[in-house]
Every structure is written in structure tokens, then in C-alpha cells.
């Protein structure tokens, strides 16, 4: 505050007239914003019927967490593999499979978001936690397929791989 008379009373009444302004104009903003907000999702939910359907989808993955038993022989040469996404792992890994076999991946994640691709092929699933998805593919040429986490979960993001092996013969 100014020491000198005048000034001080035009500054006084100025700052008092700006900042009864800027409140009215923060509060109208944060208003619209809530309103945009909520009738964003009313209408999503009510007038649209949007709504994720996840209980048909939902395990325990922590259930689900046993590199042994995670892979399940279903025909001659096609499996299920449970994948779980971990801070910062995949399990099973490295996942050895014969040339030519088919594998319905089923991925969920023990603690966050994950990506789930596996280089120089299509799949590319995203790791949900209490969530599993599912992704079949035929690897038809032996090699070594690396599985990446293609969305960003911490600190060793980068490092997030895991192996695929698929080896010379067919089962
Ligand atoms: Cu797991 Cu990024």
C-alpha cells in the first residue's frame, strides 16, 4: 500500500474493484467447468447409455500369478497363456511355445496400467488391473519374440520385457 494520500485511495479502490472482478470472473469459470463436467457425464451415462461393462471380465490377479500353470495346452498345437503385467516384469517369461502354435493370450496386470505388445507381430493388448483381455495369434516362424510395455508405468518402464521363444518344431 502506497504512503501517499491520494494514490492510496485510487490504488485501494482499484485493487478492490479488480479484485472483485477477477473473483467473479474465476468463480464463473470454475462454474461452466463443473457444469461442462457434470453434464458431460449425465449425458454419457443417461442420455447415451456409455457405460464400461467389466464384471464378465473380472479376476483376481493375483489368482492368476503362476508361471507354471499359466500356460494351458488347448488343441494340438494351440494354448492359453495367462499373462500377468507386473511392476516391471512379465510373467511367464521367457514363454517357450513350438513353431506354428497358436496362443490366445489372456493379459491382466497385478498393479497398473501396462501395455502388452509383442514385436513384429499385431498384438498389442492393454494390461488392466482387475481386468483381463484377450488376444489370439499363430507365430508361424521360429524365433525370438520380444514382449514390450508400450504404455508408460513408472520407473523402469523401459526396461519391461519379457521373452517369447518359439522354437524350430512344430508340437
Ligand atoms: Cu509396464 Cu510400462
Known sequence: MSETGASSAFEDAFHKAAERH???WVFLAVT???LLLAGTMFLVVYAYGIVVRTDGFRRDPA????PEGSVVKTGPNAYTV???AHLWRWSPSPLRIPKGATVTFRVTSADVLHGFAIQGTTVNVTAVPGITGS?????NRPGTFN????????LEHQGM??????????A
Open 22 to 24: 477477477e473473483r467473479a
Open 32 to 34: 461452466m467447468l463443473t
Open 63 to 66: 489368482a492368476l500369478d503362476t
Open 82 to 84: 495367462t499373462v500377468v
Open 135 to 139: 488376444v489370439t495369434y499363430t507365430f
Open 147 to 154: 514382449i514390450v510395455c508400450n504404455e508408460y508405468c513408472g
Open 161 to 170: 520385457l519379457g521373452r517369447i521363444v518359439v522354437t524350430g518344431d512344430p
